[in-house]
């Protein structure tokens, strides 16, 4: 059975909302939203944004295609390292680009927890099971 890993687990305090932390829940829901054991996406999650310290979409932003592959790879999520890693690069993208890199930012531009979510699917890799992850903690506190 696959426990269930939450923004606590993996110490990521989202109370009061907060900008990196909601960043921080996003990449953790992004990684575990894939075909991938828990385990093994939070390690990946560990490994980017700890380890190397890739916790804002401005950081992220700034490694490139190779650098993504091999800490994943370091974390053993490398069934699907070389899509993850240009669908990071185009999460990170698109989160400066459109959202002045801020998640709070996608929230303030939708009417509603529906049209929050469709903004978020309307990124590379972002699909159900991702949203479905990241706003079991996040939905209370954004809506």
Partial sequence: MNKTIS???????????????????????????KRIQGAIAANAYKVVVEQHQRDTPQKLAH??????VVMLGQAHYVRYDETTASRLLALASKLNNEYAGKVSNIVEASADRQAFEKRLSEFEGIGPKTIEIFMREAAALLF
């Avoid at 490694?63 to 993504?68: G, K, P, V």
Wanted: glycine share 6%.
């Fill in 63 to 68: 490694c490139t295609h190779r650098q993504l």
């Fill in 7 to 33: 923004a606590q687990d993996l110490q990521i305090d989202l109370r009061g909302a907060n900008e990196a932390a909601l960043f921080k829940w996003l990449v953790a829901s992004f990684l575990m939203g």
